[in-house]
């Protein structure tokens, strides 16, 4: 089995990296906190010590950071992935990023006699928990079929895309849906509190018909529930919305209902609710209607 090299463990990375520890896999971790580190440390791993130094310990090198800033930094700047990258290796980028910046990427680790994926990731926490996460894949066919054994300890829907940046593209339309879903359901629920019929009857008269999601069933609920302990942070599906927007400005595309989620997510922010879950879409709109659902 390869070695693996996983840097970022957070809310996402720690239970993707326990998988592969648990799977047998030698693995070196790092974090910009230790307490994650600690803990995959008591179930097998090995604690790294800097980016380039986890490369030089590794076949595979994976990477679970918050924005592309972080990824440039990680992989391209000093101490980096690729200072301490051996020929041979595969760097695999399951963040979600800019496309731009996942190709720059897979030019530089190409350069260096490696290869690179990029492989962003869709389902949440409880999907990284619960190794079922969809993934998606740019890069090389021969190096997706290196990777695959290594997405099944993680992951169930498993698609290559097509090359360098085309993962990121499709997380990027995968992001928009859940964003523009999340406030439809919001509408939803909410006209139908505020007309004076039970949102929970109608939800469930909902899911039994075309209007039927995930979406719909999951964070309906939550917004019912008030729940909105995170699964995925508002201010992270606001970045990723910016990610959306920006790509769709590089090839000269308006999504109008994308950036109109994109605008209540901003709002959720500046109330200071950026930490909550996405589901807390729904108090924005409250909050323009001054009517609480629940």
Known sequence: MERIGFIGLGIMGKPMATHLVKAGYALTVLDRTPEPVNELVTVGAQAGHSPAAVAAESDIVITMLPDSPDVEEVILGRNGV????RAGSLVIDMSTILPSVSRRVAEATRAAGADALDAPVS????????ATLSIMVG???AAFERARPVFERMGKNIVH???AGAGQVAKAANQIVVGVTIAAVSEALL???KAG????RVREALLGGFAQSRILDLHGNRMLQRNFQPGFKVKLHRKDLGISLQTAREVGLALPATAGVAELMNALIA????ELDHSALVTVLEKLADFRMG
């Not at 690729?82 to 990258?85: A, C, D, I």
């Open 82 to 85: 690729l200072e301490g990258l």
């Open 191 to 193: 006209l139908a509190a």
């Open 139 to 141: 890069g090389s066919a």
């Open 271 to 274: 109330q200071g609710g950026g």
């Open 161 to 163: 895309i097509g090359e």
């Open 197 to 200: 019929v039970d949102p929970a």
């Open 123 to 130: 389902g949440g926490q409880v999907g990284a928990q619960n």
